[in-house]
């Protein structure tokens, strides 16, 4: 059964960050291959610094490393945000679209690499399709709901062609504004 | 232009040579910064050269190398450059085309 949420006591502001780490919780419990995360592990200084064992980044490394192959970002594009007011006490709501693009190495063996990205997409569609709200645990969340991207595709990064595929993950948060609006 | 020494890891975080000698220069040095990764990468182009020949390990595309002797200004880590083009290899030389991050 589909629960949809009443009025509560709303937060402050929204949590976008935290949206994106609850997504990123999903990828990595729920988009498993052969009952594992597809996903390269991280060495243990990068797994300090983004507090996950396995490649998948919120935002997009500005050093994109190859050595983490596969690997997926969770990122919100420009122009795919909403922001509205509603009701009398100054509640707001906002929309966002994360990507999420995985990127596999076809360079050695392309058919492998084929292989490895469907079965990677696969995974993901029913992990990202799973959740009403992102797991419930991030109180602005209201809703959210996978949308295709690109699907398949390439992408050329330092030089090098990379397999991809991409999805997008709608979000709407919630809150009230502290004391209403004023004059 | 510097005169340096570098390391190959291939895949980065896996020595394959160290003490690689080698000539780095703009590629372009008039340029502004370029990027890929819809903007999230921005990086400077270099061309390196190797001063001793080819090395044993000969240098290929995705390659990282790590300046020996040199850190990079805006983090203060030893200089990293990505093989980002097709090394070109001579009898006596390897030139490649590499990308250096801005920053960290």
Redesign the interface.
């Known amino acids: 059964m589909t629960i949809h949420p009443t009025a509560l006591a709303l937060p402050a502001q929204p949590a976008t960050f935290a949206a994106l780490q609850a997504m990123q919780s999903i990828i990595l419990g729920e988009c498993l291959v052969g009952g594992a995360s597809p996903f390269a592990a991280l ?1 243990s200084a990068d797994a300090s610094r983004y507090g996950v064992a396995n490649a998948v980044f919120l ?9 983490y192959l596969p690997q997926c970002c969770l ?1 919100i ?1 420009p122009e795919t945000e909403a922001v509205s007011l509603s009701g009398y006490a100054g509640r707001a709501s906002a929309e966002f679209e994360a990507l999420i693009l995985v990127y596999v190495d076809l ?1 050695s063996d392309w058919y492998a690499a084929e292989q490895q990205i469907l079965s990677i997409r696969d995974a993901l569609l029913p992990a990202l399709l799973h959740h009403e709200r992102l797991g419930g645990g991030i109180s602005t969340v209201i809703e959210s709901e996978a949308q295709p991207g690109r699907g398949l595709c390439y ?6 062609e990379y397999r991809c595929f991409e999805a997008r993950w709608w979000v709407r948060q919630q809150w009230s504004i502290t004391g209403g609006r004023l004059l | 232009m510097l005169i340096t020494t570098v390391r190959l890891e291939r ?3 896996t020595a394959l040579l160290r003490g690689i000698p080698v000539q780095i220069e703009q590629a372009a040095p008039q340029d502004l910064e370029r990027v ?3 903007g ?4 400077d182009a270099f061309w390196i050269y190797t001063i001793q020949g080819v090395p044993s390990i000969p240098l290929r ?2 390659d990282v190398l790590f300046d020996e002797l040199n850190t990079d200004p805006d983090t203060s880590q030893p200089a ?1 450059y ?4 097709l090394p070109e290899t001579f009898d006596d030389h390897q030139e490649a ?1 590499c ?1 250096r ?1 801005i ?2």
């Open positions: 060495s935002g997009r490394p500005k050093d994109f490393k190859d050595t990122w594009p360079r992408e050329q990064i330092g030089g090098s | 895949p980065e975080g890929d990764f819809a999230a990468r921005p990086f595309r995705r990293k990505r093989v980002a083009g085309l990308e991050i920053g960290g």
